[in-house]
């Protein structure tokens, strides 16, 4: 990426955990590429590394921020944005600068460097990261992630020692400031998730917010035929994950003492699935 602002797009998003979305949705910035590349993401049209999204100006962004703001729970969510921190820290100080401050959302996938959360304490509100693995085998083979669990947790740390374990909110169960972390259950893959939630409970606190999610499905580069060699060795991944798989992340959950967070649906993987070919791809 270079310096330009590159966007794939600008939406009010109602699907994302109760205190983000709320009633009215929170205005989502989804940059393009990303410095994970997992085989299975769902966002995989913009999220392919060299997708460039559409070259927009700063005050271009910002109207079309401003537009969507008033309609929404006055949340800005920044998604992907680890390669786009600079742009992002920009496109915040100009809405600033217009008198608009909306509750920042840092929207990641957890793979981050605990100096880039550092930078921006006083710019980001509530983080929303993700801990996809705590093997990290498993993260080199499904995102050409290395190292990914060290990663995660100095970053978590560093989310931890900015804001704290206790997700503040407003009088209406909005998201004001702290941290919610979310864990998205694996199709035969249980003792991964398992082993995040132990990391979490042993280095950082089980009084955080965890969001588990039982969506995943195959997204459709995975179930097409003629890209079935690339995906030979995950064929797990072709279906979704089960019933007693999902049970057996909630009852680790609960056994390591974790209180506090939203346990999806089992039936979550019928619906959560954007599309990005359309103007509004979440609906």
Excluded at 26 to 37: D, R, T
Excluded at 79 to 84: I, W
Excluded at 111 to 116: A, G, I
Aim: hydrophobic share 35%.
């Amino acid at each position: 990426m270079d310096d330009r602002i590159h966007i794939s797009s600008i939406v009010l998003h109602r699907g994302e955990e109760p205190p983000i979305s709320g009633e009215k949705g929170v205005v989502n910035v989804f940059f393009p590429s990303c410095n994970m590349q997992c085989v299975y993401c769902q966002n995989w049209e913009i999220s392919c590394r060299g997708t460039k999204g559409t070259v927009m100006s700063i005050d271009e962004v910002c109207d079309a921020i401003i537009n969507l703001l008033p309609v929404s729970e006055n949340n800005l969510g920044f998604v992907s944005p680890t390669h786009f921190v600079l742009q992002m820290i920009s496109i915040v100080e100009e809405l600033r600068k217009r008198g608009f401050y909306p509750t920042i959302v840092y929207n990641t996938n957890g793979y981050e460097l605990s100096e880039t959360i550092r930078s921006l304490e006083g710019i980001v509100d509530v983080w929303l990261p993700d801990f996809k693995y705590s093997d990290d085998d498993l993260a080199v083979v499904l995102s050409e992630a290395p190292n990914y669990s060290q990663f995660a947790l100095k970053a978590l740390k560093e989310m931890v020692h900015q804001a704290g374990t206790t997700l503040h909110t407003d009088d209406r169960g909005i998201a004001r400031r702290g941290i919610i972390i979310r864990h998205l259950v694996l199709p035969g893959l249980v003792s991964n998730s398992l082993g995040v939630l132990k990391l979490i409970e042993e280095n950082l606190s089980p009084n955080l917010h965890i969001s588990l999610m039982s969506q995943y499905y195959p997204p459709e580069r995975i179930l097409m035929q003629n890209r079935k060699s690339q995906f030979a060795n995950q064929k797990f991944l072709r279906r979704p994950i089960t019933r007693t798989e999902y049970e057996a992340v909630l009852e680790a959950f609960h056994t390591l003492g974790f209180t506090r967070g939203w346990l999806q649906q089992y039936e979550s993987h019928q619906t959560y699935r954007p599309d990005f070919s359309k103007e509004h791809p979440f609906e």
